[in-house]
């Protein structure tokens, strides 16, 4: 079955400062790969998802960006952080109409 | 156009008491519909999924929801609510012919009163 790291769990960062958040996968080939965010008491939105290498559609416009540099890897970024980031990041693959996988998460505080 | 809407955003229950969590969606394409729960502090957990086989689709600790083409809806029901239901629940859509780009719910926060 499918496995996803996600790193790191927790981050706490100063407005301004720049952000790279990491997203492995094992135990599959070629997976859709998503960036999610929940914002403190709202639902789960797609940020980035990409059905292959180097391929990375946004959903919405915001500070941030998307890199797939290797198959099962997916990198979330961004140059300069807002406090609007502050929130809870998921990483998830799969999709293809079966079940995802997600990854533990990352709880962000922009301060 | 895809999108989902869970028409509740907070539900509560008494404990035994039946639960109904509304789901309806909106694809141009044959869509598969799946529940998600999220308890505090933990990851996402897959509750049922709908992939165009039987309309009525059973998942774990009893829940279970009914795809309605006619109505686009997917509502999530259970008998008989339990004090470890209390979580959030995500309604997702997703289709092939839409690169399986998924469209979550806003979420429904359960509270179980004892």
């Known amino acids: 079955s499918q496995t996803i790291h996600q790193w790191p769990a927790t981050l706490v960062q100063p407005v301004g400062s720049p952000l790279s958040l990491e997203c492995t996968v094992e135990?599959?080939?070629?997976?859709?790969l998503y960036w999610y965010r929940q914002a403190a008491g709202r639902g789960l939105q797609l940020l980035f998802y990409?059905?292959?290498?180097?391929?990375i559609s946004s959903e919405v416009p915001q500070n941030l960006s998307a890199s797939r540099p290797q198959d099962r890897q997916f990198i979330l970024s961004s140059k300069k952080l807002l406090l609007s980031d502050s929130g809870f990041y998921l990483c998830?693959?799969?999709?293809?109409?079966?079940?995802?996988?997600f990854g533990s998460g990352t709880q962000l505080s922009v301060l | 156009a895809q999108s989902v809407t869970q028409l509740d955003s907070h539900v509560s229950v008494s404990e035994g008491t039946p639960v109904l969590l509304r789901c309806n969606y909106s694809?141009?394409?044959?869509?598969?519909l799946f529940w998600y729960v999220q308890h505090p502090n933990k990851g996402l957990q897959l509750l049922l999924k709908?992939?165009?086989?039987?309309?009525l689709v059973k998942g774990i600790n009893g829940f279970e929801a009914e795809f309605k083409k006619s109505e686009t809806s997917f509502h999530l029901t259970k008998p008989s609510a339990h004090m470890s239901d209390a979580a959030e629940y995500f309604c997702?859509?997703?289709?092939?012919?839409?690169?399986?780009?998924?469209?979550f719910g806003a979420g429904t926060t359960v509270t179980v009163r004892a």
């Open positions: 709908y992939t165009s086989a039987a309309t």
């Open positions: 135990g599959t080939s070629n997976p859709n």
């Open positions: 694809s141009s394409y044959s869509p598969s």
């Open positions: 990409s059905v292959g290498i180097g391929q």
């Open positions: 998830a693959c799969g999709g293809r109409g079966e079940k995802l996988f």
């Open positions: 997702v859509v997703t289709a092939r012919s839409n690169d399986y780009k998924l469209s």
